[in-house]
């Protein structure tokens, strides 16, 4: 029986060893946490954070300003970045010049990275701290040299200066480059301060040194003037024409200065009452063609006696008065101060130096001005000599 007992006890004691095998090894299965660490714990997408992230946008940005300038800076402006997942976006900024990246990073180009001709666009990259989004390009904007029609330069000339003015392209009085014929431009003077602005300045002369216009006659006798021939007598009128360069105007502006020869009349010693005679001894401004003259303003030389006299100056001892259409569209001084009877000489006082004038055309015209030199008797009796002549239109 002992035998059969032992013999019990090693099956019994076998049976145990195999059944805490088994359940150690159902422990182990039981406690591996390999399912938690792929569902709970693992950093594996940590270490790729791009596969599970969507890359953020961004809207094309624009260059301003638009049209850009040689002198121009150029800002990028507009982009705005965005992202399905929520995340924060910031803007990148770089540019293209021509196509090619110039390496500038930033939401400013300065002048010195391009030049006139040059195509510019802003790049925006978007980024969200993990990936970068596509890029985004605005619009090609080609480098002008200025505004068209500005007059700043050559290449963009004004029709006139008025239209420089209400373009909003002036930078005060000085000189601009004008076409108002299309045919090239040019540089003219600009007012464009005295009764707010946007006179072209049409002739600048100064006898001195400039050739006398049109029928003016060089005088032989006094340097620096233009007469009507003090030699010879010549014609009672001599004419000028003014070019306006086909710029429609309103308006003239203008001023001379002058020396008087002898005994000039004023409107006095029974002078014609036609515009288009030797209605007065005088520098006349006119507008349109014999018959259908508009007056437009008259310096007028007076005998400058202190006795009583109808040539004196209208108002001054006995003058006679302007005609009706000259109205007081006019100015009238005498270079003889010495209160007698002017001697037969060229008078030295400068007269009517800083009298200007402006003075209404009417409707707008592009007709040239006309300066006439008139007098009553001949040169050798009397006369005007101009020493420089001024004028605008607008």
């Given amino acids: 029986m002992s035998r059969v007992l032992l013999l019990l006890l090693v099956l019994l004691m076998a049976c145990n060893d195999g059944r805490l095998s088994s359940t150690d090894d159902d422990d182990v299965a039981n406690d591996d946490d390999s399912g938690d660490v792929v569902d709970d714990d693992d950093d594996s997408g940590d270490d790729d954070d791009s596969a599970a992230n969507t890359p953020p946008e961004a809207t094309p940005p624009v260059v301003d300003p638009d049209p850009l300038y040689a002198d121009s800076t150029a800002n990028c402006l507009g982009s705005v970045g965005s992202d399905v997942d929520g995340d924060e976006v ?10 090619v990246d110039p390496g500038i990073v930033g939401e400013e180009l300065t002048p010195d990275e391009f030049t006139v001709g ?36 050559a290449e963009c000339p004004g029709d006139s200066c008025r239209t420089i003015l209400e373009g909003g392209f002036s930078i005060g009085d000085g000189d601009y480059w004008i076409d108002p014929m299309g045919t090239g431009a040019f540089e003219a003077f600009c007012d464009q301060t005295t009764d707010n602005g946007g006179w072209t300045r049409i002739i600048n002369q100064n006898y001195s040194t400039d050739l006398c216009p049109g029928a003016w006659v060089p005088s032989s006798q006094f340097g620096g003037l233009c007469t009507r021939d003090t030699s010879s007598g010549g014609d009672p009128i001599r004419s000028a024409m003014f070019d306006v360069w086909d710029i429609p105007y309103t308006e003239v502006r203008g001023h001379i200065s002058a020396h008087q020869y002898a005994s000039c009349d004023a409107f006095g010693d029974s002078p014609p009452t036609s515009i288009d005679d030797t209605y007065a001894d005088t520098v006349s401004f006119t507008v349109g063609a014999p018959g259908s003259r508009t007056h437009l303003f008259s310096y007028v030389f007076g ?14 001892s006995g003058g006679a008065p302007p005609h009706p259409w000259v109205g007081a569209s006019y100015v009238c001084e005498s270079g003889n101060t010495s209160g007698g009877g002017p001697s037969g000489t060229w ?39 101009v020493t420089e002549v001024t004028l605008f239109v607008r």
Avoid: K
């Fill in 303 to 316: 005998f400058g006696t202190l006795s009583s006299d109808d040539s004196n100056c209208p108002g001054q």
């Fill in 90 to 99: 910031t803007i990148r900024y770089g540019w293209l010049v021509g196509g």
């Fill in 118 to 153: 040059d195509s510019v666009q802003c790049v925006a990259t978007p980024s969200d701290g993990i990936v970068d989004g596509a890029a985004a390009i605005s619009p090609a904007v080609i480098v002008q040299s200025c505004p068209a029609g500005s007059g700043w330069l």
């Fill in 347 to 385: 008078q030295p006082q400068l007269m009517f130096n800083g009298s200007w004038f402006q003075s209404p055309v009417g409707a707008a015209t592009t007709q040239d001005v006309e300066g006439r030199l008139i007098a009553t008797s001949s040169s050798a009796d009397e006369d005007l000599g």
